[in-house]
């Protein structure tokens, strides 16, 4: 992949190994709008590891109109992902999940049982850019009733909330984890994005991240900051809580 070979020199003595723990990932080739190839799949996870992620949970979208993925569609491809990863990446080990959009479809899959991951039984779900649901609270009830713990998606992207923290203060104080991206730190989204993301590790709304890495540009990026001192200072002081969740 020569796009990505260009940027892959980080920072001497700073790498991602105090997350370690991927969370939110779109690796699994050719059934979402991540990765296409199971070739692209492990050059990308290869890169992952080197700059310090051992464990990465595989959540391709599940959606009741674009991407209407469910155990039968994500496990077979999982499955071969996963006996290629071992032979080509020594050390790494992989999860499969969901990233679950909160829409109409939802109470349906949580009566078909949602893939989860760690012992807490994590469901990673997110909202629409446009709107959120309205029944979302709802669903996230739902879910912590029924012994999941929900992970909500990247709150740094949605717009209707840029400004305003009391949504997340709800979720925060109901169980709910947020998760940010990291590449919403790096920049990958442009400033305002990387402004709110930071503002709410400062207000200690977010504990966990994640890379939902779709292709090589989203690592470009993630490598690239490690240049930023910001990047670095939240690296060097931010306890985040994946190493616990997997």
């Known amino acids: 992949m020569p796009f990505l070979s260009n940027?892959?020199?980080?920072?001497a003595g700073y790498d991602f190994s105090k997350i370690a723990t991927d969370i939110h990932s779109h690796f699994i080739p050719g059934i979402d709008d991540g990765c296409k190839k199971m070739e692209e799949s492990l050059q990308l996870m290869k890169r992952m590891s080197?700059?310090?992620f051992k464990k990465i949970v595989c959540t391709p979208h599940i959606?009741?109109?674009y991407y209407r993925n469910n155990r039968e569609t994500?496990?077979?491809v999982f499955d071969e992902l996963v006996e290629k990863a071992h032979r080509e990446i020594p050390g790494i080990e992989l999860f499969a999940a969901g990233e679950y959009l909160l829409d109409d479809g939802f109470p349906?899959?949580?009566?078909?049982?949602?893939?989860s991951f760690g012992k807490n039984k994590y469901v990673l779900v997110e909202l629409s850019y446009f709107n959120p649901h309205p029944k979302y609270k709802n669903y996230l009830q739902d879910l912590l009733m029924k012994g999941y713990s929900p992970v909500m998606a990247h709150p740094e992207r949605y717009g209707y909330w840029l400004d305003d923290d009391n949504a997340f203060i709800e979720m925060h104080d109901a169980g709910v984890e947020l998760q940010v991206n990291i590449p919403s730190v790096c920049g990958y989204y442009g400033p305002e994005i990387r402004k709110r993301a930071f503002d709410l590790i400062s207000k200690r709304l977010i504990s966990c991240a994640g890379s939902d890495l779709h292709n090589e540009h989203y690592l470009a990026a993630i490598v690239a900051g490690l240049n930023s001192r910001q990047v670095q200072h939240l690296l060097s002081?931010?306890?985040f809580k994946n190493l616990q969740m997997v």
């Open 74 to 76: 994500i496990m077979p």
């Open 7 to 11: 940027f892959f020199s980080k920072k």
């Open 63 to 65: 959606q009741e109109e």
């Open 237 to 239: 002081n931010f306890e």
């Open 50 to 52: 080197e700059i310090g």
């Open 108 to 115: 349906a899959r949580i009566t078909e049982g949602l893939l």
